[in-house]
């Protein structure tokens, strides 16, 4: 089975510049998860799909970040324009499940997209 | 609110000694609590998960973990180190039971010598 699938795996812009990254999750997920990894930090949630629907995105930084997720599979995140702190492994993660625990709501999660902003 | 303590950022043992990594949350609800493993410049792998019951909860790699409410921690542990755990490793705390509402901790670093 193919894991979650992230391009590009490293970007380094300058500091006003805009930048995408894409995901590809694993085949029949619905559940489509963005985590911004800061150096030293643990990942936080930046915004998560159901199919197509944003579910939540409350941490994301809407003046700057934005998502979508057409047809409900493949997912790009944008920054635009980027700034210093926005340096971080952005990481995309799926899930079999509709949001009940107990039924195939692990997350699996690709290698990420390291992006430094000079 | 939810968080996540993981104490010590960086632990090293010998290869064979027990290996510790500390996790205490705060959480005004039961919590479901998650342990996290990402090796150099990959993506987080699940090692194990306390959801309700038994509160010894057993993962991959020989890793298992203690869930001790009266001390709010949720501590992993390994009897013997090999050198292919050396790896970051990430508590995580969930109210709502999701994967989606996550809270990770900073991660403790595991350096493991020969």
């Known amino acids: 089975e193919a894991g979650v699938a992230q391009s590009p795996r490293y970007k380094i812009i300058e500091k006003r510049q805009s930048v995408a990254f894409w995901c590809n999750p694993i085949s029949g997920h619905a559940t489509l998860y963005w985590y911004q990894q800061i150096l030293g930090q643990g990942p936080k949630l930046l915004i998560q799909?159901?199919?197509?629907?944003?579910?939540?995105d409350s941490q994301l930084p809407k003046d700057r970040f934005s998502a979508e997720r057409l047809k409900g599979v493949d997912s790009t995140l944008k920054i635009q324009p980027a700034k210093l702190e926005d340096s971080a492994v952005y990481l995309c993660a799926s899930s079999l499940g509709t949001g009940q625990f107990r039924v195939n709501t692990e997350a699996f999660f690709g290698q990420g997209t390291r992006l430094t902003v000079v | 609110a939810q968080s996540v303590t993981q104490l010590g950022s960086h632990v090293s043992v010998s290869e064979g000694a027990l290996v510790l990594l500390r996790c205490n949350y705060s959480s005004s609800v039961p919590p479901y609590l998650f342990w996290y493993v990402q090796y150099p410049n990959q993506g987080l792998q699940l090692l194990l998960k306390y959801t309700t019951g038994a509160t010894l909860v057993k993962g991959i790699n020989g890793f298992e973990a203690e869930f001790k409410k009266s001390e709010t921690s949720f501590h992993l542990t390994k009897p013997s180190a090999h050198m292919s755990d050396a790896a970051e490793y990430f508590c995580?705390?969930?109210?709502?039971?999701?994967?989606?509402?996550?809270?990770f901790g900073t991660g403790t670093r595991l350096q493991v010598t020969l």
């Open positions: 799909f159901q199919n197509n629907g944003v579910v939540d």
């Open positions: 995580a705390v969930s109210l709502t039971g999701t994967a989606s509402k996550l809270t």
